[in-house]
């Protein structure tokens, strides 16, 4: 982007194509025939996809069922197809229509996809069982590369570059640009294209398969849910409510742009969206335009780590991690939710540095905040009510409860409806103009509570109902589809206006949020396919076992350098990936390598921690320059620096930064181990919650160097101090009293006996290490379950325990052991032995809590210097 497009703002149409050039194709062809193709064939994609997805309802039965080798090579033969369709070979080719060879490469690349659904059973019986034909092998070599080029043109070329390089480590396997921890023998060009496209662990795998069951439904949702105008009202809503606070649109744009991230996985799409309508207010009341687009920038990014999409991780982790979809969205509640609220305090500090005033009247912001947490209250014993209701209806009448549930949906959406149409229709405000007015809550909020309903589908499925994300998101769409269709019919029929123009306009709303959903669907569907390339290769090299000693050379041993290496590699990497891409390449390479190291300090990191640390870093990339594409997008919006803006943003976003880190210390901030189906686990949740909620926002102030006024330096460092022992008291802790005792290790199978069912053993084993014989260690915790003997657990567990006077040695796990696995790492028939150093049994000590009372009263110090100096109101 040159100085002159960064000093200007962009006309609407501009940044529309900017978004397009990024997340659904920048080519708009001027031959119709051609453009209904390109539209038809995306309709054609939701089509396909909601086909699939449908859970058998009635007319089931007469729709052929599709097994998951079968659907994954029809989903990437769409996206292969429009994404040389819809994205220019490069920046100065043809817009406005199609080239040939275009045309080409998306045939022929949509044809080798295909040919995997066409051939599914004869590819199961020769490249599947070892004996690819000639033909599958060169089918799928141009498969392979029109699959990185279609990944060039929707994401750039760094999963391209990536792919390449590491498509070129399985076939070389050595050189002097290699390790020689990670050296092997090379891959024959045969066996490269039979995992990479044949079989189905490469390009068809895990990501691939997750895009297609979960992923685009979600993405439809979303993008359905928009074209209904739930993005206006929700912008809206957050004005509505916060626009009359000191600094009130870059608090707006925060909650505007968190509930634009439920329904968006997309940063970019994001800050033009809200940005549009946000930064020039912003601007209105003080902002420069920097720090304006940063705000936007920073909170859009947010999005991403808002559930329940996430940018299409939180899928990715069900099946990375191994848990479910609702477990995922629990660990990663409270850090979104709490980032957000320091995002609203950052915004408020600068405000009150700059003593920015309010569009109109102000506002309190601490009534505010009752109001809201009235909402709240109100929102969850209405809920409670629901389900009660409904579960008492389902026990009193079970063969028609369905029936009436569907009922009372469909008389409370015509009576939304209704309220919506009893008052005029939402439209978004000219931010420039000069006599700007503010809409209230109570002229907003009526106009869009049906919008509502699909959300409210979409919780009750996934939360009560405990169905399948691919099921909840279904039911969820076809309710968006229903609404989509006949929102407009039934507002005409209230206000006494022609219902077939209305309902023509509905069906014309239904098509362009179908054709929508899938151009947005067309970076992922490839990305997730191109990651796949980098799984694989994972999978088949020593590259995914030996990573973890080549990492541990690089940090010394150490887990927070190692911790930093991870997070400078992803943000590297992040530069020209999307989110999505970007966490499937880094977890596959680096997770469990956190898991491990943090294992041979005595940390048991838990594995969802670990996938959320680079998920976290992964999205800092959208905000870093040079590359930023969201700071880029935010800078066209307001006309500002984009280098200022993203350096401005990455600044904001400290706490997003800091975020993972602490978790990776204090698994308690993503509720690890916090049972949400016990009142005690609910209390500690809410309590967890508060006091995360507090110590993010003295790290807020602290970073910002403004809390009751101008901080000193000994005052930011207080504050952060007192923050960090708020998120993680432990560390002090260990530092004054030893967290464990250590016991003879010759004890170690009686501990295990004597355990409880839930109660824990850990121990400490050390030996040679596998790669270079070097002395390496690793901790172990062992969970007693209730279906292990009463004895001989540690033979039930595989460990194969060898007694010799005071101390233990051990021999090779039993082969297909969970511990064969984790301690494949070591020498077992080196020198020294491979033993059990040490039981560490929990140490009676103090609580950890009690080292908060020296925390506060470092705050109410630091409170009482800065109150002398206040010199405005601190809300």
């Known amino acids: 982007m040159t100085n002159e497009q960064s000093t200007r703002s962009f006309s609407d149409d501009e940044l529309q194509d900017l978004v397009a050039s990024t997340d659904t194709g920048g080519r708009a062809p001027d031959n119709r025939a051609v453009a209904f193709f390109i539209s038809g064939v995306a309709f054609a994609w939701s089509l396909f996809q909601l086909w699939i997805a449908q859970p058998q309802l009635w007319f089931g039965a007469w729709l052929p069922v599709m097994n998951s080798s079968q659907t994954r090579p029809v989903h990437l033969g769409f996206a292969v197809l429009l994404a040389f369709l819809a994205y220019p070979a490069f920046k100065n080719s043809p817009r406005n229509r199609v080239p040939m060879l275009d045309w080409t490469f998306a045939i022929v690349g949509a044809g080798c996809a295909f040919y995997v659904f066409l051939f599914s059973r004869e590819i199961s019986a020769t490249a599947r069982s070892g004996l690819p034909t000639p033909t599958q092998i060169a089918i799928g070599s141009v498969g392979i590369v029109l699959l990185l080029e279609a990944s060039r043109r929707a994401l750039g070329p760094a999963l391209t570059i990536v792919g390449s390089i590491f498509l070129l480590y399985a076939y070389m396997g050595q050189g002097w640009l290699i390790p020689d921890i990670i050296e ?229 959406y015509v009576l939304m409806v209704r309220t919506a149409a009893a008052n005029p229709d939402l439209a978004l405000d000219d ?80 098509v362009d949020g179908m054709i929508a959903g899938a151009r947005n669907m067309i970076g992922i569907g490839v990305a997730t396919a191109a990651a796949g390339i980098i799984v694989a290769t994972v999978t088949k090299t020593p590259i995914g076992t030996e990573l973890a000693g080549l990492v541990e050379l690089l940090s010394g041993g150490h887990l927070m350098i190692m911790l930093l290496l991870v997070g400078l590699f992803s943000l590297i990497l992040g530069m020209g990936l999307p989110t999505t891409a970007n966490y499937i390449v880094v977890s596959s390479l680096m997770a469990g390598v956190v898991v491990q190291l943090g294992a041979q300090e005595g940390l048991i990191v838990p594995l969802i921690a670990a996938h959320l640390f680079v998920f976290y870093f992964g999205i800092m990339a959208d905000v870093t320059p040079p590359v930023g594409l969201a700071s880029f997008a935010a800078a066209a919006v307001s006309g500002g620096d984009p280098i200022k803006t993203g350096f401005t943003a990455f600044f904001y976003s400290m706490r997003t930064v800091a975020l993972p880190f602490l978790f990776i210390y204090n698994p308690t901030l993503i509720l690890y181990g916090v049972d949400l189906g016990t009142t005690a686990g609910i209390l500690q949740a809410v309590m967890v919650f508060f006091v995360a909620t507090i110590a993010m926002l003295l790290f807020a102030a602290a970073t910002q160097g403004y809390f009751l006024a101008d901080s000193r330096k000994w005052e930011s460092a207080a504050l952060l101090l007192v923050a960090f022992t708020l998120f993680v008291p432990g560390f002090w802790l260990d530092r004054i009293q030893p967290k464990f005792e250590e016991m003879s290790p010759t004890l170690l199978a009686q501990a295990f006996d004597e355990a409880a069912p839930g109660d824990t053993v850990r121990f400490v084993v050390a030996g040679p290490s596998f790669a270079d014989g070097s002395p390496t260690s690793l901790t172990i915790v062992h969970t007693v379950t209730a279906d292990e003997p009463e004895t001989g657990r540690t033979d039930a567990a595989g460990l194969m325990l060898l007694p010799e006077g005071d101390r233990m040695y051990m021999d090779e796990p039993m082969f297909g052991t969970d511990y064969q696995q984790q301690m494949q790492g070591f020498d077992f028939y080196g020198e020294p032995r491979v033993e059990v150093v040490s039981l560490l049994h929990p140490a009676d000590r103090i609580s950890k809590y009690w080292l908060w009372i020296p925390a506060v009263l470092l705050l109410a110090v630091v409170v009482m210097f800065q109150r002398r100096r206040q010199t405005k109101p601190a809300f």
């Not at 099946?319 to 709490?338: M, T």
């Not at 609220?341 to 505010?368: Q, T, W």
């Not at 109902?465 to 039911?475: C, D, I, N, T, V």
């Not at 209230?494 to 077939?500: I, K, L, N, P, S």
């Open 184 to 412: 092997h023998s090379g891959l024959s060009f045969t066996a490269i294209v039979n995992a990479q496209w044949l079989d189905t662990t490469g390009v068809f795998g895990i990501p691939l398969g997750v895009s297609t069951a979960f992923v685009f439904l979600f993405v439809l949702f979303g993008a359905i849910l928009d074209k209904a105008g739930a993005g206006n009202y929700f912008i809206q809503l957050a004005f509505a409510g916060l626009g009359a606070l000191r600094g009130g649109p870059a608090k707006a744009a925060v909650v505007g742009s968190a509930m634009t991230g439920l329904i968006s996985g997309s940063s970019i799409a994001n800050v033009v969206t809200t940005g549009t309508f946000t930064i020039p207010l912003m601007k209105k009341v003080g902002f420069s335009s920097e720090k304006a687009g940063a705000v936007e920038v920073a909170s859009s990014v947010n999005g991403q780590i808002m559930p329940p999409v996430m940018g299409a991780a939180a899928f990715l982790m069900v099946e990375f991690v191994g848990i479910s979809y609702v477990e995922v969205i629990k660990h990663a509640f409270i850090p979104a939710v709490i980032s957000y609220i320091a995002l609203v305090y950052i915004v408020h500090l600068e405000a009150l540095k700059k003593d920015m005033p309010a569009l109109g009247p102000a506002a309190n912001l601490g009534k505010m905040f009752l109001k809201i947490f009235i909402g709240f209250v109100v929102t969850a014993v209405a809920f409670t009510a629901l389900v009660y209701g409904i579960n008492g209806l389902r026990a009193a009448a079970p063969a028609i409860s369905e029936w009436i549930i569907l009922a009372v949906i469909i008389v409370a």
């Open 431 to 510: 931010p420039g103009a000069k006599n700007f007015t503010l809409p209230t809550v109570k002229e907003v909020f009526p106009t869009g509570l049906h919008y509502l309903l699909p959300i409210l589908v979409l919780v009750w499925f996934l939360m009560i109902e405990m169905q399948s994300p691919a099921k909840s998101a279904f039911y969820a769409v076809a309710v968006m589809l229903a609404i989509i269709v006949t929102q407009r019919p039934l507002k005409a029929m209230f206000r006494g206006e022609d219902m077939g123009a209305a309902f023509n306009a509905g069906i014309m709303d239904l």
